[in-house]
Nanobody, 126 residues
């Protein structure tokens, strides 16, 4: 399994921006499709964004579409989440995750995520 570590979280005012980064070790990240999720206490984990192994395919949850951008640098073994126009409701612990796409579709998103980071807290004040 690949080990993942998120960074870049913090406190920001509404309307501001943050850039989260997910660094991998143990295995090369180019073998994995990646995802970002978030969770607040008492709520289910919410899908935020995902990206294919090559980075050519990206997808977003409805609540972040148009504001967040996921990208990856396989040479650096990192996946980033650029978050703009942040809102108080974006406050959560953000997790990156790695998974394998289907064997029959290497360019697809992961069907499940097997490796997770420890999370990074993002707090947006109003």
């Amino acid at each position: 399994q690949v080990q993942l570590v998120e960074s870049g979280g913090g406190l920001v005012q509404a309307g501001g921006s943050l850039r989260l980064s997910c660094a991998a070790s143990g295995r090369t990240l180019s073998s994995y499709a990646m995802g970002w999720f978030r969770q607040t206490p008492g709520k289910e984990r919410e899908f935020v964004a995902r990206i294919t192994k090559s980075g050519l395919g990206t997808d977003y949850g409805n609540s972040v579409k148009g504001r967040f951008t996921v990208s990856r640098d396989n040479a650096k073994n990192t996946v980033d989440l650029q978050m703009n126009s942040l809102k108080p409701e974006d406050t959560a612990v953000y997790y990156c995750a790695a998974g394998r796409p289907p064997i029959y579709c290497s360019g697809c998103y992961a069907v499940r995520y097997d490796s997770w980071g420890q999370g990074t807290q993002v707090t947006v004040s109003s």
